[in-house]
């Protein structure tokens, strides 16, 4: 079992930045892929950016590209979310998530292994 952590979120004004970060618990699996999700009430649960382990291959979103950075850290048991330029829509639950597939995922469907989610509120 993985087991992830999630932690950085905050409450910050719109233009500012926030750093997340998501380390794997008890156990590190080098050959998992890691993504972040956000989930805003009332909303599904959507894709934000994914990084395999080595750290050649990243995946965003496009309402993010160009203002969220993801990389990994720590011998490669942990990842982060750098969040620029942040919008009021960025507001969201975010949750790290790791699956064992060597290819990158973009469905919450795909990822086996969750976090209980980090509140980030960006305000104008």
């Known amino acids: 079992q993985v087991q992830l952590v999630e932690s950085g979120g905050g409450l910050v004004q719109a233009g500012d930045s926030l750093r997340l970060s998501c380390a794997a618990a008890?156990?590190?699996?080098?050959?998992?892929?890691m993504g972040w999700f956000r989930q805003a009430p009332g909303k599904e649960r959507e894709f934000v950016a994914a990084?395999?382990?080595?750290?050649?291959?990243?995946g965003y979103a496009d309402s993010v590209k160009g203002r969220f950075t993801i990389s990994r850290e720590n011998a490669k048991n942990k990842v982060s979310l750098q969040m620029n330029s942040l919008k009021p829509e960025d507001t969201a639950v975010y949750y790290c998530?790791?699956?064992?597939?060597?290819?990158?995922?973009?469905?919450?469907?795909?990822?086996?292994?969750w976090g209980q989610g980090t509140q980030v509120t960006v305000s104008s």
């Open positions: 008890r156990r590190t699996f080098s050959s998992y892929i």
């Open positions: 998530a790791a699956d064992s597939s060597v290819r990158l995922a973009r469905s919450p469907t795909e990822y086996g292994y």
């Open positions: 990084i395999n382990w080595s750290g050649s291959s990243t």
